[in-house]
């Protein structure tokens, strides 16, 4: 999760970059001895002119208002969503150099593939070079793989928007999604608190990171439905942390009847209690599921004789109870005793050490 302060707002040089009728505002001195730079800018293109939105772009009053590219119209194809235009490929890597140089961020994404090609390469290779401490690279750079600009396997981290990859990625990767829309909308509909644990242990499953957008509204306030997911996410996660942060996947990232199509704006599934996902630190091994269980767990991975773990089971814990669960390792299945009262909501943890 990325969190940005109202108060504490890092954007480049702006006066230059922005132009006469950009707005940029510095303001005071904060509590914390900080300054706030507001700026914004009005961009041009004619795609959501097409889907019947009066934009005053598309106005030659507003001319001075916007980049002169009106010849290049966004069409919502790949190759579309990139400027050709040279002299604002060079605007754009001016800016970003400037950000990288001054800044010096420890991430830099592309809502879309590597840009423009060498002036992109060029780009990311001094955002790496700036970043070397002590003779290692300390910085991530994320884009994504839809056709949209390069994609470089190992050069740069793929995000995947409001989706998941299949199976286990050899690289990390990202998915990047909101508990909403981008932004308050009162006639988008929320994503719940099960859906966002259980979103969260299936893409660390898979050797992915999730980048979540916590909804706010316009005063900075949260709406009761970010306010109930970050309250609940808390308590779950002071619990069940341990099987996600800093851990690594296992050898199969998951058993159960529920997986998610990989690609794009595909997060719909459905998932159970009999959905299980698997993460490790050392020789630990957590089974998480993505669900709320009763009565008992059956996980079929672990059965006696199964292809993955040839050790026996020798302990199995709940995380958030107090003492060892009773289990039985069976020829179909590792089955697990639950208590009566589960300690967290939305999905129950289960560690397990092997003889």
Known sequence: MVTFSK????VAPVAAALGVHSTARAQGPASNGSRQLDASNHLYDQFWRKLGIDYDGANPRYADLYHDNR?????????????????FQRHWFDRISDLVETYQPDLLYSDGGLPFGEVGRTLVARFYN???RGGKVDAVYNCKDLGSGEFHLGAAVQDVERSVLNGISP?????????????????????????????????????????????????????????????E???????????????RPWKIHGEGPTETAAGAFKEDAAYTAKDIRFTTVR???????????SG???????????????????QVRLLGHPGPMRF???????????PEKLPTRHSSVFKVDFA
């Not at 999604?177 to 259980?198: A, R």
């Not at 020789?283 to 269980?293: C, F, I, M, N, Q």
């Not at 039985?328 to 639950?338: F, G, T």
Request: charged share 20%; glycine share 6%.
């Open 7 to 10: 108060r504490e707002i890092m």
């Open 71 to 87: 010849d290049e119209p966004f069409l919502n194809k790949s190759g579309t969503w990139y400027t050709t235009i040279p002299k």
């Open 283 to 293: 020789d630990a091994l957590y089974a998480l599921t993505l669900g709320e269980p």
């Open 233 to 247: 996410l808390a308590a779950g996660m002071k619990v069940n942390s341990q099987a996600i942060h800093g851990t």
């Open 130 to 132: 700036n970043s070397i």
């Open 171 to 231: 690289l990390p990767w990202q998915t990047d999604t909101s508990n909403g829309d981008w932004f308050y909308n009162e006639n988008y509909g929320f994503k719940t608190t099960d859906t966002v644990v259980s979103m969260l242990a299936d893409i660390v499953s898979k050797n992915g990171n999730l980048l979540l957008n916590i909804v706010q509204c316009a005063d900075g306030s949260l709406p009761p439905q970010s306010e109930q997911l970050v309250t």
């Open 296 to 314: 008992t767990v059956e996980i079929r991975s672990l059965a006696l004789g199964n292809l993955h773990e040839r050790r026996r089971v020798r």
């Open 328 to 338: 039985r390792q069976a020829d179909q299945a590792l089955v697990i005793e639950l």
